[in-house]
């Protein structure tokens, strides 16, 4: 791409082509949730994930981390 930066609606026209495709609707934002919430379940730290996704806030990052049911409830388990 030449060092350029991606333009916006290249990216949603892929996303919309590959979610044709697949027969399921995904967005950038579905990717980038996916990224941070496997990020941190990897051990990454809250720092680290807000880093590589670019946020100035390290509270944006924090609205992933939203754990499953079964996840709160494994530990709670712990306790």
Do not use: W
């Not at 944006?60 to 530990?75: A, D, G, I, Q, V």
């Amino acid at each position: 791409m030449g060092g350029k930066p991606v333009d916006r609606t290249l990216i949603n026209k892929l996303f919309k082509t590959y979610s044709e495709k697949i027969g399921k609707e995904i967005t950038p934002h579905d990717l980038r949730h996916f990224f941070c919430s496997h990020a941190l379940n990897s051990g990454m730290s809250v720092h680290e994930v807000a880093n590589q996704a670019g946020h100035s806030n390290i509270h944006t990052t924090l609205l992933y981390t939203n754990p499953s049911k079964s996840e709160l409830l494994k530990k709670m388990n712990q306790l």
